[in-house]
């Protein structure tokens, strides 16, 4: 279950979070009432993804995430007792967003790829052939422990350092603070000792 919810929470930090100034001006075509916050929306839209239990089957994540967000303005109007004429207007004239990806949005996928091959380059050696046989070609963990004479428990742990670390890494971009606790990560001693 721990292992399920890291990988929506990076699902979600490289899927979602980049859309937020898209979907952002998206909201505010629904809040020039003033009524409501598109920051709100924003934010019920961001709650509503992130617990989506199908995450996985989700195959265009901008198109997704801006259907919840005009979902959640749909839900902001509801419970309004009284709505104006111009939000009832607005909704007609709105398009969706353009879901093709802007060249902006793949620079930065493309960035954020180089950031993670960064950090899966940094991770120790056993737990990079672990974590790349496991992200990358997608074997099991018991094919895993079997092709590298490991326990199933062992390929487990590197699974875990690994997904940890590379998630920090990528997190510590869009502004994350680390969750790593320096005293005792290796990727924290190791880090630290470049300080130096």
Partial sequence: MAQEDEDRRAWFRREILPLEPDLLAYARRFCRDGQTDPE?????????VIACKTWREIGNPGAFATRILRNCAL???RRRKVLTITAV???????????APTAQMMLESREELRLLADAIAELPTQCRRVFTLRKVYSLSPEDIAVRLGLSVSTVEKHLVK?????????GRRIGRKSKVDEGRSWSAKRDH???R
């Fill in 40 to 48: 709100d929306l924003v934010h019920d839209t961001f709650a509503r």
């Fill in 75 to 77: 839900d902001a109007l």
């Fill in 89 to 99: 207007a607005d909704f007609d004239r709105i398009e969706p967003i353009d879901e």
């Fill in 162 to 170: 690994g997904l940890r670390y590379c998630s920090d890494k990528l």
């Fill in 193 to 195: 000792d470049a300080k």
